[in-house]
């Protein structure tokens, strides 16, 4: 069955980096998009970055302004694995983050990692 694990979520000081992990399993993730997203307290989930499938004309690459520069979205199509990484971390990155893999009507989502940053 459909399966994501996400992982690397904790707490960092501000600056701080960290980086998450979907491992996808049940299907071939390589051929789906992927994207994160999160959503913090008392606010509606946003969009954080966004890759292609492999199967795209090329790997194109999105973000949300506000992680322009910080984050970098990838995959390891042999891993089945989405990675985060988010460098420079903000208070206001606080929340709780959450992988997706979509392609046509399927679309499937991790249970979500906890990101504080905080002094």
């Known amino acids: 069955q459909v399966q994501l694990v996400e992982s690397g979520g904790g707490l960092v000081q501000p600056g701080g980096s960290l980086r998450l992990s979907c491992a996808a399993s049940?299907?071939?993730?390589?051929?789906?998009?992927m994207s994160w997203y999160r959503r913090a307290p008392g606010k509606e989930r946003e969009l954080v970055a966004a890759?292609?499938?492999?199967?795209?004309?090329?790997?194109?690459?999105n973000y949300a302004d506000s992680v322009k520069g910080r984050f970098t979205i990838s995959r390891d199509n042999a891993k089945n694995t989405g990675y985060l990484q988010m460098n420079s971390l903000k208070t206001e990155d606080t929340a709780v983050y959450y992988c997706?893999?979509?392609?046509?009507?399927?679309?499937?989502w991790g249970q979500g990692t906890q990101v504080t940053v905080s002094s």
């Open positions: 997706n893999f979509r392609r046509s009507d399927r679309n499937y």
């Open positions: 049940g299907f071939t993730s390589s051929m789906y998009a």
């Open positions: 890759i292609d499938s492999i199967d795209s004309a090329g790997a194109m690459t």
